[in-house]
């Protein structure tokens, strides 16, 4: 067994701790919890406490990473706030402990690159949490586009409109210094434009900050209006029922891809009146109508006027089976769709990232996402801000080596890079 600790005991540590027992309970799971760390010392007793009630043992509690060290620490899962992902991350590495470290990688792409050398200076594993391409609708999806069902990919459309002047989850997604929600809800979209269509090479953004104030209704007694898998409904009772937002809140762009493909993307946090959400995919030869990711929805395909979805989808591809993790969890190995509720679905997905987090440290494959694809999405979201400042178009690669960072400066400064 692997000695596992998770670092940063928030909503989001939360919510892998849920994941792992997911994978123990699946008979799965490589590693033992020997410890948990946030200098917020009830955080770490909380997470212990239901670790004790899933695992029936309980993790020794820490405040700081020295005292984990002390526990003959393994490997680690880091969950903290994207300002420390970094420095939390190096750390990690130097002292010899695999690495698994919630998205973004890092809060700006020279965070990003430092933790990509430290990476490359250490033998150990990093692996990037990048989790909607873990769906298995998603993963059929991936398989009926390589065996070309659309033909060629032309047109990828992805859209997500909603969120009024409301909270996204917490304070900090609407700071500029501590992840917008274009960099925090972002990521997981270039990384699956990427995971889809391959690199996205060039990037041409309007931005927006459309609502400098946004309401949080959970403080004055109301319902959440967001909060994934029910687990941050304590900590928003707690912030401000009102406050000012610092960080973009839309972006309208177009995307090339490497081979050839366009994007169009629109991910707006302040959209009123009606909600969307797609993503489809228009090739030479049909077209492709994803569901939301995490929803077991089906995928439609046009194919000459002919819709095409449901378990007829596997006939275009027979040698299609999802990995032992995800279809011991989900409940088959050629899935086209599932039904489980949200919380379920968050938590069998994490536990995915753990067993393939496993499976790279026990050497038997190399992590999915490791910190070049988790750079890469973190630079096309800030390709989208940068651009947007500029009023240009912009390579992803000249945001990637940092030629173009003018956004991020500040950032990079509060941090002290």
């Not at 008979?27 to 899933?54: M, T």
């Not at 987090?357 to 999405?377: H, K, S, T, Y």
Request: glycine residues 10%; proline residues 4%.
């Amino acid at each position: 067994m692997i000695r596992l600790a998770i670092i940063g005991c928030g909503g989001m540590g939360h919510r892998h701790l849920y994941g792992l027992a997911e994978l123990h309970q699946a008979g799965l799971s490589q590693f033992e919890l020997i410890g948990v760390c946030d200098p917020v010392r009830a955080n770490a007793e909380s997470l212990a406490d239901q670790a004790a009630e899933r695992f029936g043992h309980r993790p020794t509690v820490t405040t700081d990473l020295e005292s984990l060290a002390g526990l003959q620490v393994e490997a680690v899962d880091i969950t903290t706030t994207p300002p420390f992902h970094h420095s939390v991350a190096i750390e990690a590495l130097q002292r010899g402990w695999h690495t698994m470290l919630e998205k973004p990688m890092g809060l700006t792409v020279r965070a990003c690159n430092l933790i990509r050398q430290a990476t490359r200076e250490s033998d150990r594993v990093l692996s990037v949490a990048e989790n909607y391409r873990r769906d298995p609708i998603n993963r059929l999806a991936k398989a009926l586009l390589e065996a070309g069902a659309i033909g060629q990919p032309r047109l990828l459309m992805q859209q997500s409109i909603g969120g009024r002047n409301l909270m996204v989850i917490s304070v900090w997604r609407h700071q500029k210094n501590q992840s917008g929600v274009l960099i925090d809800v972002g990521v997981h979209y270039t990384d699956m434009m990427e995971y889809l269509l391959g690199e996205v090479t060039t990037v041409y953004a309007q931005t927006r900050l459309h609502e400098p104030i946004r309401l949080n209704p959970v403080a004055e007694g109301q319902a959440p209006t967001s909060n994934p898998a029910g687990v941050y409904g304590r900590w928003q009772k707690e912030m401000p029922a009102q406050f000012e937002a610092t960080a973009e809140d839309a972006a309208y762009a177009t995307l090339t891809f490497k081979n050839g493909a366009v994007g169009h993307y629109v991910e707006d946090h302040a959209g009123h009146g009606q909600n969307v959400w797609l993503r489809h995919i228009y090739g030479s030869a049909g077209s492709m109508a994803l569901p939301n990711d995490r929803s077991g929805g089906v995928i439609s395909l046009n194919l000459a006027g002919k819709e095409i979805s449901g378990e007829a989808l596997l006939q275009l591809v027979p040698d299609f089976r999802l990995d032992r993790a995800t279809a011991t969890l989900f409940g088959g190995e050629r899935l086209w769709r599932y039904e489980f509720p949200f919380a379920e679905t968050d938590r069998k997905i994490i536990a995915i990232e753990y067993a393939d987090f496993a499976g790279a440290i026990l050497g038997e494959r190399p992590v999915e996402v490791g910190v070049d694809q988790g750079a890469r999405a973190v630079a096309i979201s800030y390709a989208m801000l940068e651009s947007g400042r500029l009023g240009q178009p912009l390579t992803v690669e000249a945001v990637l080596n940092e030629e173009v960072d003018g956004y991020q400066q500040d950032i990079n400064e509060s941090l002290g890079l």
